[in-house]
């Protein structure tokens, strides 16, 4: 019964896959990978690694901010964190192969490193998705990080394309 009630779904998305992989490398896929294996290469890892997500990552910012930033993200519950690398990187949960192979801009396979970046331009912090950077107004309290990146979180599905975010 549950089959049925979205097997025109399954169809419609069955047809998208196919249109867009052979269908001999579709059935390499099948034999290949496990039905778990195939959701994690879709959709990513499910578990963020914070230890990883700031070994991976770059900053541009004085080391105050940095270990600011990284303080404020270790105090958020697991999906506003989610959230936050959503803002940042346009998907919550780190690829395969966790943050070190964070897809960026450009040729597919190409790896960006999330980046924290300084804003002057704003009161609230920025993302560039295509760069993987959160560009950040300087904050002097862990409170104003929070309620910023919070607001930013809140928000990340309203608006569009801001070009200013990637002008110096």
């Known amino acids: 019964r549950m089959r049925g009630a979205v097997s025109q779904q399954v169809g419609a998305m069955m ?7 052979p269908e001999d490398t579709w059935c390499q896929i099948q034999r290949l990978t496990t039905p778990a294996e195939l959701d994690l290469l ?5 578990d ?17 901010t940095w270990d600011l930033f990284w303080s404020v993200v270790g105090s958020f519950s ?3 964190q989610k959230g936050l690398l ?3 990187t346009g998907s919550p949960s780190p690829p395969v192969g966790g943050f070190a192979q964070l897809p960026g801009y450009g040729n597919i396979g190409t790896v960006s490193r999330f980046t924290i970046a300084r804003n ?3 009161a609230l912090p920025v993302a560039s998705t295509c760069f993987n950077t959160i560009y950040l107004p300087q ?3 862990e409170e104003d990080m929070s309620a910023g990146l919070l607001e930013a979180i809140a928000n990340r599905n309203v608006g569009g394309f801001y070009e200013g975010a990637v002008a110096h």
């Open 15 to 21: 047809q998208g896959i196919r249109s867009v992989i």
């Open 139 to 141: 904050y002097t309290s």
């Open 42 to 46: 879709v959709c990513g890892l499910q």
């Open 86 to 88: 959503e803002f940042a």
């Open 78 to 80: 697991v999906q506003q």
């Open 48 to 64: 963020l690694d914070l230890a990883d997500w700031k070994k991976n990552s770059n900053s541009d910012v004085d080391p105050e």
């Open 120 to 122: 002057l331009n704003s």
